[in-house]
């Protein structure tokens, strides 16, 4: 079958990792025999565009079957996330001087996680997310929230409505959106003439140079590149003009844009990022093909470790449903059989099945009553949080372990 680019059309011929047939990531199961004969899986594979450079997948699994009003997805059950936005709001309120004339809006808003901290400030706040649950949690920390998906449509009924925006934030959102063009487009429409557009998304050339596979799955439908978003955005009506270097989830970059029309001058951190991306061959089709091949060793040193630990008689759970770990599971061919449990914080996933897996998911006390000899983290970006949290682990003799790139027990 034939694909074609979902930004330029190009037809695509140049696989980055074809990951089989797994359930959607976020897809949790009632623990029942007929949720699980229920359960779909959809192929995982991702191309990338030889024109505009986005890394891709050829299936798009309609948006309003994953972000509906059950999205299991909150932002504050991470402290270290509510930590990292708080931050990003104090300083963007100083850099571009907001105050309470200023607009922010947040497209992706979730819980209300990032805009309660400008809210906190007597800022004007706006959340656009498509979750009905997330934005009635936002609602109740004073966020007000519109529930929709955001695009031009969306941004055009705001600016009727006359709201336009000072700075706008999408953190790890622009990743998930099937129409790319039509999201982007839609900063542009909302923004003052001299305001400012933020993104934040994990910096493909991370992902490669880490192995990390696990961070494709469907609701990811992008995979990106400066060198492809500055290509994106400037199509669409935006130029950027910073870029910073950041932590989360495993290496990401946070992107400054502006109107076409905009007068901030280009940074030394945009410079900079372009030329890591220029001398990682970035725009070769054989720096995409390479990391497909290194797949495979990770998940066979996984299931070598998972064989030892039984062999030994060693017990293993597993902390964080989060979806890179479900990918990561369904990838390696892990089941219940291989790893006992999971625990997550999140009161939603409790008592559920993870999807293609089905391991149960438990409360994290569990760990205490069960007492593992293993705990493999799989929201790996979130390590030094976990560990720190659950330390107490120690006290049996547990052990915690983090498979990407490769195994490494703590």
Not at 37 to 46: W, Y
Not at 313 to 336: E, Q, S
Not at 343 to 368: F, M, T, Y
Request: glycine share 6%; hydrophobic share 40%; with cysteine.
């Amino acid at each position: 079958m034939t694909h074609s680019c979902r930004f330029c059309s190009t037809p695509l011929a140049t696989v980055v990792a074809d990951l089989g047939a797994t359930p959607w990531s976020n897809s949790f199961l009632e623990p029942t025999e007929e949720a699980v004969a229920r359960e779909k899986a959809f192929p995982l594979k991702v191309m990338v565009c030889s024109e505009c450079l986005l890394v891709q997948t050829t299936e798009t699994v309609p948006a309003d079957e994953i972000f509906n009003a059950d999205y299991h997805y909150l932002s504050s059950f991470s402290t270290s996330w509510l930590d990292h936005s708080r931050r990003y709001a104090e300083k963007m309120t100083e850099r571009f001087g907001l105050d309470s004339t200023s607009q922010v809006v947040e497209v992706a808003s979730n819980d209300g996680y990032l805009l309660q901290y400008f809210a906190a400030k007597q800022i004007p706040v706006l959340g656009i997310e498509p979750a009905g649950n997330a934005a009635k949690i936002a609602e109740g920390r004073n966020v007000p929230t519109h529930v929709a998906f955001f695009g031009r449509d969306t941004a055009t009924e705001l600016v009727g409505r006359g709201i336009r925006a000072d700075l706008t934030a999408a953190n790890n959102v622009l990743a998930h959106v099937p129409d790319i063009a039509d999201f982007v487009s839609g900063f542009a429409i909302l923004l003052k003439a001299d305001g400012v557009a933020t993104f934040e998304f994990p910096h493909l050339l991370r992902l490669i140079e880490g192995i990390q596979f696990d961070t494709i799955y469907h609701e990811h439908y992008s995979y990106l590149s400066l060198v492809a978003v500055e290509r994106i955005f400037a199509a669409c009506g935006l130029k950027v003009f910073d870029v910073e270097e950041i932590p989360t989830h495993g290496g990401s970059l946070r992107v400054y844009a502006q109107p076409l029309t905009g007068t901030r001058a280009e940074t030394s951190g945009l410079v900079k990022v372009r030329a890591d991306e220029a001398r990682a061959e970035l725009t070769e089709m054989a720096t995409y093909t390479a990391f497909g091949e290194r797949i495979a060793a990770v998940c066979e040193g996984f299931r070598a470790f998972l064989r030892d630990a039984k062999n030994e008689g060693k017990r293993v759970a597993a902390y964080g449903a989060a979806a890179k770990g479900n990918t990561f599971l369904n990838v390696c061919g892990v089941t219940a059989a291989d790893i006992d449990f999971i625990v997550d914080r999140n009161d939603l996933k409790q008592g559920k099945l993870s999807p293609g897996s089905h391991i149960a998911i438990h409360e994290p006390a569990r760990l205490e009553t069960e007492k593992p000899d293993y705990v493999v983290i799989l929201p790996w970006n979130l390590t030094d949080e976990i560990v720190r949290a659950n330390d107490h682990i120690r006290t049996w003799g547990g052990r915690f372990v983090v498979a990407i790139p490769d195994v490494r027990v703590i």
